[in-house]
């Protein structure tokens, strides 16, 4: 089975930070009012990082396309999926951009440094994750992803992953990934849709390419021969068939 490298680093560099003192590495926040547990909150201005890579890389690589947060460990059409962002003594209902996905406000609606960003669930015992980056442009089919739009979406993750934890940054830096760990990733590894599919196609102008979601060698968001502009599809056999 293999696993993106990504998420692999997040899982080894995570387990470590559990046993630190509460001021080293990524933590649970409990928020004012919220009862005792371990509340599904990050701090604004981490998500805020990945929203200012998001904002300065738009332009070239996703014309167009919107930033979100989709929730960890939920289930993408699970209803009654609340975000709040808690400043002080204020909440702001944040947009759901999806049954299990949530939109930052514009500039401007945040006040101070110490803001949150607070869901109306709890992670498991002992688990802290960040929220999946998902970059995607109008007017695509739900099964379809566009290139430039993973790559920006990783970028955007990476660089919040490297923000809040320091044994994540000295394990790339460790193992050579830093500078390129994006490149290296499948394309499958971000925003994939979660449904069944057993077909990857890219479609890049005239070229395209297709492979079974098992094939030991998918492409890599780094690979330069596909633009930013290439279409992957992800279809079933019998949608394949089709």
Same mark, same amino acid.
């Given at each position: ?8 680093? /997040?899982?080894?560099? &995570?387990? &470590? ?29 981490? /998500? ?32 009654? $999926? ?9 909440? #702001? ?10 939109? &930052? ?14 869901? $109306? ?7 802290? #994750?960040?929220? $999946? ?6 007017? &695509? ?8 739009? #993973? ?39 971000? $925003? ?28 890599? #968001? ?21």
């Amino acid at each position: 089975m293999r696993f993106p490298l990504l998420f692999v680093a /997040l899982a080894v560099a &995570l387990p &470590l930070q559990a046993a630190e003192p509460a001021d080293a590495g990524p933590q649970v926040v409990h928020v004012k009012g919220v009862a005792p547990g371990q509340p599904m909150a990050w701090r604004y201005a981490l /998500l805020h990082k990945a929203q200012a890579v998001f904002e300065q890389g738009s332009a070239a690589q996703a014309p167009g396309a919107r930033l979100s947060f989709r929730l960890p460990r939920i289930d993408p059409a699970q209803d009654g $999926n609340l975000v709040e962002l808690v400043m002080d003594d204020k909440r #702001l209902p944040l947009a759901m951009a999806t049954a299990a996905s949530f939109a &930052l406000p514009g500039p401007g609606a945040v006040d101070g440094d110490d803001a949150m960003v607070v869901a $109306n669930k709890d992670f498991p015992k002992g688990s802290y #994750l960040h929220p $999946n980056v998902q970059v995607r442009s109008p007017g &695509l089919p739900a099964n379809v992803v566009r290139m430039g739009d #993973l790559r920006l979406a990783c970028t955007a993750q990476v660089a919040m992953a490297k923000a809040e934890s320091l044994k994540f940054r000295l394990l790339l830096g460790t193992v050579g990934l830093f500078a390129d760990l994006c490149g290296e990733m499948e394309i499958t590894s971000m $925003n994939a849709p979660t449904g069944r599919y057993d077909t990857i196609t890219i479609e890049d102008g005239e070229r395209t390419l297709t492979l079974a979601k098992s094939d030991d060698k998918l492409p890599r #968001l780094g690979e330069k021969s596909w633009s930013d502009n290439a279409r992957i599809i992800y279809l079933s056999r019998e949608q394949a068939a089709q």
